[in-house]
Each structure stands twice: as structure tokens, then as C-alpha cells.
């Protein structure tokens, strides 16, 4: 019986390997994806991932058939999460439609231009408390923060729509009085 001789190829440079793989590599995720810009992209990353790998991939059987898998894998994954971002997108169009249309009256143009003159943090905590009607608590959460800076952010917020003539004194005075008998309440127990 004779024995069998395993051939054992030599190692590959990787910059000829990646050059010569690049052209059908590309040509096959681009007719994978149907997107030229997408292809490209997916292919440069599996060649990426390929030579971050070298040592492994270069002692591969068929080092080629990993680095089209990669990509392949990579467009898969890509057509995934395109999906699930269309489908979050239909979503949330459909339901800013229903729960957001806001009449472009005078003012209404007025309070979102004073509303957008503020900065993002207190932006973001009146937009909460006001136009999303979140208690302190639940906008401390929403946004990352303790429920005193909400306090704070709403305080001074206030005070740069009463400058801009938005709120009228008497209704940050009875505002005032309601938030501070609250906290009066809550730091006497």
C-alpha cells in the first residue's frame, strides 16, 4: 500500500491574497446586495477581518472560502437590520401621525421656536414634562438623570421662556407655589 502525500501549499502574502479576492469579492456581495456602495463596503470589512486574522486564515484549507463566507454573512446581517430599521421606521411615522400633529398656528410657531432656543438638556426636560406629560421621576429615568437636575433643568427652562415673554409671571408664580408645596410636603416627612 502507498501512502498518501499531503500536499501542503506554501503561505500566502496577505496583500496579494486581498488584492486578488477584492475584484470577485466585491462583484459577489454587489450582486448579493443589489447595492454597489453596500458591496464594496462588506467587502472591504470581510478583507479587514481577514487580515486581522492572517495568521489563522493563511493556515485555512481554503482561506478564500472563509472571507466570502465573512462577507456573505455580512450582507446578511446587513439585510437584517435594514429590515428592522424600515419596519421601526414605519412605526414611529405612523404613530408621530397620530399622537403629534401640531397646527402650525402662530402660537404654536411661537412656542416651538422658544421651546428649540433653549438648551438640549432643558429642551429635552420640558419636552418630557410638558408636551410628553411625564412626572419628575419617570423624566429622570427617560433621561438618564437624578430627579433634581429634571427640578433644575424645568426651573431654569421656565425662567428662559418667562424672558422670552412666553410665560406669563402670574402662571410661573402659581407654578412656583404648587412645586414648592410639593417640596415643602416631601422634605417634611
Known amino acids: ?33 443589489g447595492d454597489r456602495l453596500l458591496g464594496e463596503e462588506l467587502a472591504q470589512e470581510a478583507l479587514v477581518r481577514a487580515l486581522e486574522r492572517w495568521d489563522n486564515v493563511n493556515r485555512l484549507d481554503c482561506p478564500e472560502a472563509w472571507v466570502f463566507r465573512v462577507g456573505f454573512n455580512l450582507a446578511k446581517s446587513a439585510r437584517r437590520r435594514r429590515t428592522c430599521e424600515r419596519q421601526a421606521t414605519r412605526r414611529l411615522a405612523a404613530r408621530a401621525v397620530e399622537n403629534a400633529e401640531l397646527p402650525d398656528t402662530p402660537t404654536s410657531v411661537t412656542v416651538r421656536a422658544a421651546v428649540s432656543s433653549l438648551p438640549p438638556g432643558q429642551r429635552a426636560v420640558i419636552i418630557a414634562r410638558f408636551f410628553a406629560g411625564l ?47 410639593q417640596n415643602r410636603r416631601s422634605s417634611s416627612r
Open 135 to 181: 412626572d419628575v421621576k419617570t423624566t429622570a429615568a427617560a433621561l438618564g438623570c437624578a430627579d433634581g437636575t429634571v427640578k433644575a433643568h424645568t426651573h431654569q427652562a421656565m425662567a428662559g421662556l418667562r424672558a422670552s415673554s412666553l410665560i406669563e409671571h402670574e402662571q410661573h408664580e402659581q407654578h412656583e407655589q404648587e412645586v414648592g408645596g
Open 1 to 33: 500500500m502507498g501512502e498518501i502525500a499531503l500536499a501542503i501549499r506554501p503561505p500566502l502574502n496577505a496583500a496579494v491574497f486581498c488584492a486578488e479576492l477584492q475584484p470577485r469579492l466585491v462583484g459577489s456581495l454587489v450582486l448579493f446586495t
